[in-house]
């Protein structure tokens, strides 16, 4: 599936350190924090109606995407 109009994606990022997680709107001045995924995601949806506010151009998709960096150490 490819990006259209309808749709936006949130880059989601876990805090290693503090725990949680962190999204922001690629493309948009939309970002949002939450503790457990689930609550990321309702924050997500949450900014979004925040941010579009009634317009009819709101995107109809969300799409998170976890991103995930593996440290290793020798």
């Known amino acids: ?3 259209t109009a309808t749709e936006i ?3 989601v990022s876990e805090d290693e350190k503090d725990g949680g997680y962190s999204a ?3 493309g ?3 970002h949002t924090q939450g503790e457990t995924i689930e609550e990321i995601r ?3 949806r949450e900014a979004l109606e925040c941010y579009f506010d009634g317009e009819a151009a709101r ?3 969300i799409r998170l995407h976890f ?3 593996e440290v290793l150490v020798l």
Do not use: L, R
Request: aromatic content about 10%; overall charge negative; cysteine-free.
């Open 1 to 3: 599936m490819t990006s």
């Open 9 to 11: 994606v949130f880059e």
């Open 24 to 26: 922001s709107a690629i």
């Open 28 to 30: 948009y001045g939309i």
């Open 42 to 44: 309702e924050n997500v």
């Open 59 to 61: 995107p109809e998709v």
């Open 67 to 69: 991103s995930h960096d």
